[in-house]
């Protein structure tokens, strides 16, 4: 939970419901690392499907999760991020909208990959090139960092046949070039900017013998490209990109829709190998994307559905939620009711968002006004007519 | 603060440093002469030679060979304390022509004390792979020389690199695989402008060595405090010879002043044996007054540094004055402080 939650918790003392706070949370943003996951079993079946065959074939595989706004894509994306990128074998990164197009898309998601990562994966290339040319065997980024410090192996003799072999792996010179200047001191910086597609002034490139830019549609595919070729050459399976609130798309004009869609089609054609990206959009958008573009839409055949939760779900999210606070050895769905329950799950037609947003006032209410014991169906109502 | 004061010892005597090593053209077909100095300055008994181009110049280097010391052949009193590098300098556009074993020979014949060892410079306009390849091939070289020297001499390894990672590196790397007394970092001169970059370049390698550390070619009136402020040991500097052939008067503080912008005055402000006896238009017509009151210039600045840390005094206040008049120095000063701030 987020920290903001902190304040609260101790102005409001829940300990009467057997609580050491409020579990439910306050945003409606599904946290970065989702504790509680109440998954729906087709959905979390094809996602994990999706992944696993990704993962042990090392053949691409893409994935549409669908459903109306609150009920829980964001959730179920994160959640599986959370999932895949405990994995040492893979890269993942999320991308919470799709923006203006696919520069934005690669922008955002190498952004979130962050710098220390990226520079962590440049030491990781230098440690393979130093396994081969040297006979030094470095396993990892931190071990290649401590033979550079030590002077051990010289930069000057890896660092050229490093450039050389990127260039061979990743077909893209430049982008080896910044990948091996995120090493160094006085160049980092420029280095992430120009990978991040943030624009670089020309003595900034020049500095490093960079000729282009990723500036474009077709540059951010070729430099994602690149990236991905390198984690194949680092023994890495696959690269998972998650692209939130991919309905966003509708807004673009139609030639911009276009070309976004053109622009993953061409990424999904490059990277038959080692790419998984899972999409969020809401499923009025998607159903006009598989209609409009079938050259997208045959690349991604498969599609799953997230639906309202039923009572039994319900009962699982609040359960999940609870458990994270408890202090005594109640357990199930106390200090809710089945009837108080009900009205929220009726009040809320199934929508994750609100059940939880529901649940939250619910029970900081219930401490407000010195309610001890349950909360049930009066309780409940009583807290949703001041909302 | 990372100033600092030590003992060298070599063959011909310990060496306080810090130390200045003015560029002795010997073996040079030049027409400027270095004129006699370490006589009438006391405290700069020391000379930066090039053995390429003494062992180039056949004539001298039979006489040499024939037993002609080196000393005796510039002009020098016997206890002067030699450096002599390896002209690598001259490979800018050049292949290297010489060997490890062929300069240490030649290091050995003309008695020198400080051997740098044989090296590639780079250039801010070769392509990275090219100054790379470089790199490496200068720390063979220093490397063979390591193994092939065995002397009392000081043997310091030359280091070139563009960044702090490189010339970290590359120290660690010599010190890890050979036996140096230090090192001396090239390469500068081309970007010499760059202050920022040149700072960072002598803090990494300062940072990576508690040995002797020596950087070539810019012990000139502007680096000099620069350099001493970073905790560089020695420096060279050929800058007196090339001021005096521009007619260049150097002042600490001001840089050099072209003497034909002067008019209509009887003496210089310098109180060095050279100006203070002599007027100004017997200085200005004199190239070799001249060089010699440039050495003076270049000995005084660092008198005056070493005064003031023997003194006690704030040193970094006292460079806070220094470059307060230069709007460029003071830049590269405050950006040096800046750094140094940030390692102690
Ligand atoms: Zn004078």
Redesign the pocket.
């Given at each position: 939970m987020s920290d903001s939650f902190t304040i609260s918790d101790e102005q409001r003392d829940y300990s009467t419901f057997g609580l050491s706070g409020n579990p439910f949370p306050y945003s409606p943003v599904p946290d970065d690392e989702p504790l509680v996951y109440c998954g729906q079993e087709d959905v979390t079946d094809r996602i994990s499907e999706t992944v696993s065959s990704v993962l042990s074939t090392g053949k691409s595989k893409h994935l549409v999760v669908t459903g109306k706004y609150g009920n829980g894509k964001s959730h179920t994306l994160k959640y599986t991020r959370s999932l895949v990128r405990d994995r040492e074998d893979v890269l993942v990164g999320y991308v919470a909208q799709p923006g203006d197009g696919f520069l934005d898309i690669y922008h955002e998601f190498v952004y979130d990959i962050g710098f220390d990562r990226m520079q962590e994966l440049s030491y990781e290339f230098l440690a393979e090139v130093a396994r081969t040319e040297t006979d030094r065997n470095p396993m990892g980024a931190s071990s290649m960092k401590s033979l550079i410090d030590d002077g051990e192996v010289l930069l000057s003799d890896l660092v050229p046949t490093a450039v050389q072999r990127l260039s061979d792996v990743t077909k893209f010179a430049d982008f080896a070039r910044a990948i091996v200047h995120l090493i160094y001191e006085d160049t980092n910086l420029y280095a992430w900017q120009w990978l991040t597609a943030e624009g670089l002034r020309y003595e900034q490139r020049k500095e490093m013998e960079i000729h282009s830019a990723i500036d474009d549609d077709t540059s951010a595919v070729r430099a994602f490209t690149a990236l991905k070729n390198m984690l194949l050459e680092l023994g890495y399976t696959g690269v998972f990109m998650f692209v939130d609130e991919f309905e966003r798309i509708a807004q673009l004009s139609p030639k911009d829709e276009q070309a976004t869609l053109n622009s993953i089609r061409h990424l999904m054609d490059q990277n038959g190998n080692g790419l998984c990206i899972l999409f969020g959009c809401a499923p009025e958008v998607w159903q006009d994307v598989m209609s409009e573009y079938h050259a997208f839409s045959e690349r991604i055949g498969q599609e799953v559905a997230l639906q309202p939760l039923t009572e039994e779900k319900v009962h699982t999210l609040v359960e999940g939620y609870l458990n994270l606070v408890r202090e005594n050895g109640s357990e199930g769905i106390e200090p809710f009711t089945e009837e108080g329950l009900q009205v929220v799950l009726q009040r809320s037609q199934g929508n994750i968002r609100q059940i939880l947003s529901i649940c939250s006032r619910v029970l900081d209410d219930a401490v407000d006004d010195h309610h001890s014991g349950q909360i049930g169906e009066e309780l409940v109502i009583g807290t949703l007519e001041e909302m | 603060m990372l100033f600092r004061q030590q003992a060298l010892e070599t063959p011909h005597g310990d060496l306080q440093t810090p130390v200045l090593f003015p560029v002795s053209n010997i073996g040079k077909r030049s027409s400027d002469n270095t004129p006699e100095y370490t006589e009438s300055v006391p405290d700069l008994s020391t000379a930066m030679v090039n053995a390429r181009a003494i062992r180039n110049r056949d004539p001298q280097w039979e006489r040499f060979e024939d037993g002609t010391p080196l000393r005796e052949e510039m002009g020098v009193s016997e206890d002067t304390v030699v450096f002599a590098d390896s002209g690598g300098f001259d490979f800018q556009d050049e292949t290297v022509d010489t060997t490890p074993a062929k300069t240490l020979e030649t290091q050995q014949q003309i008695d020198a004390d400080i051997y740098g060892t044989v090296d590639v410079p780079l250039s801010r306009d070769n392509r990275q792979a090219e100054n790379q390849r470089r790199i490496s091939e200068s720390i063979d070289l220093a490397l063979e020389a390591s193994r092939r020297h065995n002397g009392d001499e000081v043997l310091l390894g030359s280091v070139h690199g563009y960044d702090p990672e490189t010339v970290r590196n590359s120290i660690q790397h010599l010190e890890r695989e050979g036996d140096f007394d230090g090192y001396a970092i090239g390469s500068l001169v081309p970007i010499r402008t760059d202050y920022e970059k040149v700072t960072k370049i002598i803090l990494a390698a300062r940072r990576a060595t508690d040995k002797h550390l020596h950087v070539y070619g810019l012990g000139g009136l502007t680096y000099q405090p620069l350099l001493l402020y970073l905790g560089v040991d020695s420096f060279d500097s050929s800058a007196f010879i090339r001021s005096a052939g521009n007619r260049n008067y150097l002042i600490p503080g001001f840089g050099g002043e072209p003497l034909k912008n002067v008019e209509e005055l009887s003496h210089?402000p310098?109180a060095?044996p050279?100006?203070s006896t002599r007027t100004f238009k017997a200085v200005r017509n004199d190239r070799d007054l001249l060089v010699q009151?440039n050495v003076?210039?270049l000995a005084l600045e660092l008198r005056r540094f070493r005064y003031m840390a023997a003194a006690d005094e704030d040193l970094e206040a006292y460079l806070d004055l220094r470059f307060a008049g230069n709007e460029v120095t003071k830049r590269a000063y405050r950006l040096a402080k800046q750094q140094v701030r940030r390692l102690t």
């Open positions: - | 210089l310098c060095c050279v100006c009151h003076w210039a």
